[in-house]
């Protein structure tokens, strides 16, 4: 059935450095692909988005490409800060069905 | 806008006893959805409706769980008797129809701890 798969953590990173998460996909039709953030103690925002292949989304700093080839949508950011720590989330929406989550990959970073 | 609120944020209980969650959707968002978060299993969508109306409710976990949607601006999820494995954070969370569908909005949460 549809899923999202990403990287397990968690990961520590120290400030400024390079950050990929790994997420891909499996899913019918050409899916819209989303990252989702959640800072401590909140829930869940839309951090970016792509709805078509090659797109790339973007936002503080984090990118995210649509890779319809290999089914994958990784979240980069060049330059990690203390306050980027959270959980990130992908996910994908398909036909009419809800969103379809990944587990969450915690990020710690530390000065 | 004050976004999703959820109540309470933080519930203690003892195994049992009967727990009440409540959430207040965003006004004008057609749609609902319950999750619950736990290490072991990450997010879970146990149950969302649309217009009030449940739409799918496979994410609940047992006839223990139950969630009513009265009108567009509440809605609760009831554990009833609740046990310590359903120790967990539950969101609240809701979103327009059409094209914005892809944007939910969380609540903050709540806390469960059943002892």
New interface residues.
């Given amino acids: 059935g549809d899923s999202v798969t990403q990287m397990e953590g968690p990961m520590t990173l120290s400030e400024e450095a390079f950050l990929t998460i790994n997420c891909t996909y499996t899913a019918t039709g050409y899916p819209?692909l989303?990252w989702?953030v959640q800072y401590p103690?909140?829930?869940?925002?839309?951090l970016l988005?792509a709805t078509k292949a090659d797109d790339k989304g973007s936002n503080k700093g984090f990118e995210a490409t649509y890779r319809k080839e290999t089914t994958s949508f990784h979240l980069e950011k060049g330059s990690v800060q203390v306050s980027d720590s959270a959980v990130y989330?992908c996910a994908f929406?398909s036909g009419n069905t809800?969103?379809v989550?990944?587990?969450?990959t915690r990020l710690s970073v530390i000065a | 806008d004050a976004g999703v609120i959820q109540s309470p944020r933080h519930e203690v209980t003892e195994m049992g006893q009967e727990v009440t969650l409540r959430c207040k959707p965003i006004s004008g968002h057609n749609s609902l959805f319950w999750y619950r978060q736990t290490m072991m299993r990450g997010l879970e969508l146990l149950i969302y409706f649309n217009n009030n109306v449940p739409i799918d409710d496979s994410g609940m976990p047992e006839d223990r769980f139950s969630a009513k949607m009265p009108n567009a601006s509440f809605s609760t999820l009831k554990i009833q008797p609740s046990e310590p494995r359903d120790s967990a954070v539950y969101f609240c969370a809701s979103s327009p129809s059409g094209q914005g569908k892809e944007k939910l909005f969380f609540g903050s949460g709540t806390q469960l701890s059943v002892l």
């Fill in positions: 819209s989303f989702y103690g909140e829930g869940l925002q839309l988005k989330f929406l809800p969103l989550f990944g587990k969450g």
